[in-house]
């Protein structure tokens, strides 16, 4: 099992930077990918970034791209997410999830972090 703990959310105007980190633990060793996610009000939850923790080889939502960079720590296993140019549709609660076996799929989950980006 795998433990995930988000931090760094929090309320900034727009244009701002915010970093979030998620420190995992417990059975991390091999995990294939990390990714952040993000759900706003309303909305469906959306894929936001993911890195390969071997490589670093990294993916990003189109919306993001060039504004966010996803990258890890490996002797803290830490994730983080560097957010430039944030704008109000960012607004969401952010999430990091864990694919341990490279299947696509995230089986572990943080609690979740919010952002909020006022005009």
């Known amino acids: 099992q795998v433990q995930l703990v988000e931090s760094g959310g929090g309320l900034v105007q727009a244009g701002d930077s915010l970093r979030l980190a998620c420190a995992a633990s417990g059975r991390t060793f091999g995990t294939y990918s990390m990714g952040w996610f993000r759900q706003a009000p309303g909305k469906a939850r959306e894929f936001v970034a993911d890195?390969?923790?071997?490589?670093?080889?990294?993916n990003y939502a189109a919306s993001v791209k060039g504004r966010f960079t996803i990258s890890r720590d490996n002797a803290k296993n830490t994730v983080y997410l560097q957010m430039n140019s944030l704008k109000p549709e960012d607004t969401a609660a952010y999430y990091c999830?864990?694919?341990?076996?490279?299947?696509?799929?995230?089986?572990?989950w943080g609690q979740g972090t919010q952002v909020a980006v006022s005009s």
């Open positions: 999830a864990a694919d341990p076996d490279g299947d696509g799929l995230y089986d572990w």
């Open positions: 890195i390969r923790w071997n490589t670093g080889w990294t």
